[in-house]
């Protein structure tokens, strides 16, 4: 069983930044690929990006890319999504997930990851 917990979620202006971080309870975090996901109000949840089990593959949809950075830190559990010029349209509950069974997988796709934290609120204001 993996436990993830997200945090790092809050209110900010239309053009702000927000770094938010998802910690894993497992030492074997460094195994895992990793993806974020995000679901605004009304809508079907949407993949934001995902980073392979070390770091050296990196994917993100095509609406936030180059606005954000996905990293790691498996020292710390750590898994973080760096979201820059933030619009309206980035508001949603953002989650967190791990895919302990494709660890060199970048995937899109919600239903690969067997994991999901409890998810934290991004509510940028115009």
């Known amino acids: 069983q993996v436990q993830l917990v997200e945090s790092g979620g809050g209110l900010v202006q239309v053009g702000g930044s927000l770094r938010l971080s998802c910690a894993a309870t497992r030492h074997t975090f460094g195994t895992y690929a990793m993806g974020w996901f995000r679901q605004a109000p009304g809508k079907e949840r949407e993949f934001v990006a995902a980073i392979n089990f070390n770091g050296g593959r990196t994917a993100s949809a095509d609406s936030v890319k180059g606005r954000s950075a996905i990293s790691r830190d498996n020292a710390k559990n750590t898994v973080f999504l760096q979201m820059n010029s933030l619009k309206p349209d980035d508001t949603a509950v953002y989650y967190c997930?791990?895919?302990?069974?494709?660890?060199?997988?970048?995937?899109?796709?919600?239903?690969?990851?067997?994991?999901w934290g409890q998810g934290t609120q991004v509510t940028v204001s115009s």
């Open positions: 997930a791990a895919d302990t069974t494709s660890p060199w997988d970048t995937s899109k796709w919600a239903n690969e990851y067997e994991y």
